[in-house]
């Protein structure tokens, strides 16, 4: 009897031996599975941030996009009732049909005129959304970034870049700070940059003084071009600190009109 136990005493205790060892190797592999899906529904969160962000840029751009094509639409339908009429009129008296036919020239001139500056102002606009998300990008969602009249308005504090409000030198810290603000020009290359100083105490002169050595920092620490940058000082209504204006080359669209228009005469 005692040879009979003795086996099966054995096999009892390498059973529970196997039983153990298996439970051991589930916990482990159920704690690893666990972190592995941890891990996944940050990496889920994030993209869905992202994907948020990417559809409300898009649904920006279309809203414009739409909005210039109603535009666009508008002036074509008009133009085609004028041109519809001056045809009408040009059957009636043929007398008249080379000064019509003048006229008809001159108002298509004129619909190239009015598409191609439409189109300038789409890409501006265009730009303008890349621009701003470039700058979310870069600077981080705490940054005071907002959109006004087609120009993305980064806001900062004179401390941050000078350490003082009444400094006009930028400090190491700003001055790394401007390097960020200097990358997206150089991503942007149509882009140019206006520089407020604001003051709330009247001082003017010491707030384009703190505009210029931003400038400057832009032009001879990171090569943005000079004509690329404006600085001015200006009134803050009870503000202090530098706006960075980032917006379209103003001069550039202005010329372009202004050629067309030359043209045309």
Not at 9 to 37: G, P, W
Not at 66 to 94: G, Y
Not at 112 to 125: M, R, V
Request: net charge neutral; hydrophobic share 40%; glycine share 4%.
């Amino acid at each position: 009897m005692k040879n009979i136990l003795k086996p099966m005493n054995r096999i009892i205790l390498t059973v529970c031996v196997l039983f153990v060892s298996s439970s051991l190797l589930f916990a482990q592999k159920k704690k690893d599975l666990i972190a592995e899906i941890a891990t996944l529904k940050t990496e889920l969160d994030a993209a869905n941030a992202e994907v948020t962000l990417a559809k409300k840029n898009e649904r920006i751009g279309v809203a414009r996009a739409e909005s210039f094509e109603a535009q666009v639409k508008e002036l074509q339908d008009a133009n085609a009732t004028l041109l519809k009429n001056l045809n009408s009129f040009a059957e009636v008296s043929n007398k008249n049909s080379e000064n019509i036919n003048m006229v008809m020239a001159k108002l298509e001139e004129k619909e190239n005129q009015l598409k191609a500056i439409n189109n300038t102002i789409a890409s501006n606009d265009s730009t303008a959304i890349v621009v701003l998300t470039n700058a979310k990008q870069t600077l981080g969602e705490n940054a005071k970034i907002g959109v006004s009249n087609g120009s993305v308005i980064i806001a900062t504090t004179l401390e941050s870049l000078f350490g003082t409000t009444s400094g006009a030198t930028v400090k190491t810290e700003g001055v790394t700070w401007l390097e960020k603000i200097a990358n997206i020009l150089k991503a942007n290359p149509k882009v140019s940059i206006t520089i407020e100083g604001l003051s709330m105490t009247g001082e003017l002169d010491t707030a384009a003084e703190q505009a210029s050595a931003v400038g400057a920092v832009l032009q001879n620490q990171f090569s943005i071009d000079r004509t690329r940058v404006h600085a001015i000082g200006m009134d803050g209504n009870f503000k202090e600190g530098i706006n960075l204006k980032l917006h379209p080359n103003y001069k550039e669209f202005y010329t372009m009109v202004k050629e067309n228009m030359k043209s045309s005469n």
